[in-house]
């Protein structure tokens, strides 16, 4: 299983990115699919997953202003953040847990700053 991620950049505070994860590699039909991230000097936190079937979970951080969405037919994850602060600073890494095993990207770095 490979994860590769995209759709990481700079921004200023208020704006607005999307990440994209493609998955490629034998998926099971049970899995849960989510975006965690690093900030410099921080652990790695959960800031939003997606079961099969669509049932959600967010970071508190980041609910109402986070959507994580998965396409089963496309294999992929994205993340819409909108009105982005600089606590969402940081390398941003998607996830794919099936059965026993976590599978990770690489990281994709976002920048918010004025």
């Known amino acids: 299983v490979q994860l590769q991620a995209s759709g990481g950049g700079s921004v200023q505070p208020g704006g607005s990115l999307r990440l994209s994860c493609k998955i490629s590699g034998s998926l099971y039909r049970v899995n849960v699919m989510g975006w965690y991230r690093q900030a410099p000097g921080k652990e790695r936190e959960m800031v939003a997953r997606i079961i099969a079937g669509a049932s959600t979970n967010y970071a508190d951080s980041v609910k109402g202003r986070f959507t994580i969405s998965r396409d089963d037919a496309k294999n992929t994850v994205d993340l819409e953040m909108n009105n982005l602060t600089p606590a969402d600073t940081g390398v941003y890494y998607c996830?794919?847990?099936?059965?026993?095993?976590?599978?990770w990207g690489k990281g994709t770095q976002v920048t918010v700053s004025s």
């Open positions: 996830n794919l847990k099936q059965s026993r095993y976590d599978f």
